[in-house]
Nanobody, 127 residues
Framework: QVQLVESGGGSVQAGGSLRLSCAPSVYTYSTFCMGWFRQAPGKEREGVAVIDNDGSTYYADSVKGRFTISKDNAKKTLYLQMNSLKPEDSGIYYC?????????????????????WGKGTLVTISS
């Protein structure tokens, strides 16, 4: 069983930055795709950014150019650098991991299902 532990959430003003981190307990076939999802109050959970085992990245249109997903294989850590934050970026951010599924021209993506989920970390952006 893969366990995912997020850290780095918090409160900042609009225009600020935050970096989220996620440490998986193990790397397996089911961590081929790793990413960040978020859920705002009253809204469905949505994919924010995903990275595959080869380093290819996928972003939701709403965060392109502002968020960067990356991973440090030596430290076994996944990151989400969030810049130019907006109030609508607020929500609970979940780290997720999953095995590859071909969909929409790629094996991983922000709309693909995931197999493992962290407990989430709260991000609050004030205007």
């Amino acid at each position: 069983q893969v366990q995912l532990v997020e850290s780095g959430g918090g409160s900042v003003q609009a225009g600020g930055s935050l970096r989220l981190s996620c440490a998986p307990s193990v790397y397996t076939y089911s961590t081929f795709c790793m990413g960040w999802f978020r859920q705002a109050p009253g809204k469905e959970r949505e994919g924010v950014a995903v990275i595959d085992n080869d380093g290819s990245t996928y972003y939701a249109d709403s965060v392109k150019g502002r968020f960067t997903i990356s991973k440090d294989n030596a430290k076994k850590t996944l990151y989400l650098q969030m810049n130019s934050l907006k109030p609508e970026d607020s929500g609970i951010y979940y780290c997720a991991a999953g095995s590859p599924h071909w969909s929409g021209g790629s094996w991983c993506g922000v709309k693909n299902g995931m197999d493992h989920w962290g407990k989430g970390t709260l991000v609050t952006i004030s205007s």
